[in-house]
């Protein structure tokens, strides 16, 4: 219901949450659905139905949702404050999953400094958090520190040897810094192995396909070209042959 119905969702969770406030499994999935369809004003105003003291940890819950709704929404300024008000409430969590938000926090507002400080001080305490090494990584990237945000990247995928954006940072430093497009082909392929998510696949079809169109391999540029558009919902603009799912072939030009 919650997908074909929003609207019988959203009235039904509501309800629910007339009969009892303190449910907070409801209160999540009303405001999932308001952010399913980037609503996220309507979501926020939900996330104060936790701002209630019968519910355990209610107040620090809300400036938590309310901060990952913020950097949803691209307002990081905002997101910077809930999160800094949840830390007020919850010091305990600062070299932890609030380091780790609020250091992608900084990133998104281009504070490139301040993101690495959190990043190392979550990894000071918490040396196998992927998401830290990759933040860490994201951090010398921009600096063109290709070394170092490497060594992160590859940290990363020692605790999840298949993460599509760290692969994809990867292969654009392999070819764009090392110039090693074989490889950098290679680590690409492995990312497309690795997802089934259309704006992940996307994003890879794309590198692709500019990676072919660079060696002027125009075969398989024009077919990533083909596969990005049509991950995109964009097929309707560019014609793709159809692949035989009997055959052995994958449909890669050879």
Not at 53 to 61: C, L, Q, R, T
Not at 196 to 209: A, K, R, V, W
């Amino acid at each position: 219901v919650k997908k074909k119905e929003p609207e019988k969702a959203i009235t039904y969770y509501r309800n629910t949450i007339s009969l009892d406030p303190t449910m907070g499994e409801a209160i999540l999935e009303l405001a999932e659905i308001y952010e399913n369809k980037f609503d996220y004003d309507s979501a926020l105003t939900v996330y104060d139905y936790f701002d209630n003291d019968e519910i355990d940890d209610g107040k620090v819950s809300m400036y938590c949702y309310k901060a990952e709704a913020y950097f949803n929404k691209k307002d990081s300024k905002k997101a910077l404050e809930y999160y800094l008000k949840a830390l007020e409430l919850s010091p305990e969590d600062e070299d932890g999953w609030f380091g780790e938000n609020i250091g992608a926090t900084y990133w998104q507002m281009n504070n490139f400094e301040e993101a690495s400080k959190c990043f190392k001080k979550v990894l000071e305490k918490h040396p196998d958090s992927a998401y830290a090494h990759y933040g860490m990584g994201l951090c010398y990237q921009n600096a063109d520190d290709s070394y170092r945000a490497l060594h992160h990247y590859y940290e990363v995928l020692k605790i999840n040897p298949t993460d599509v954006n760290t692969l994809n940072n990867i292969a654009a430093i392999t070819i764009n810094d090392e110039g090693n497009i074989k490889e950098g082909i290679i680590i690409l392929e492995k990312a497309l192995e690795s997802t089934t998510d259309d704006n992940l696949l996307g994003q890879i079809y794309l590198n692709l396909s500019r990676v072919y169109s660079r060696i002027c391999d125009y075969d398989r540029h024009e077919y990533y070209k083909a596969k990005f558009y049509k991950s995109a919902g964009l097929d309707s603009l560019f014609t793709l042959e159809e692949e035989d799912d009997d055959d052995d072939d994958d449909g890669v030009p050879k």
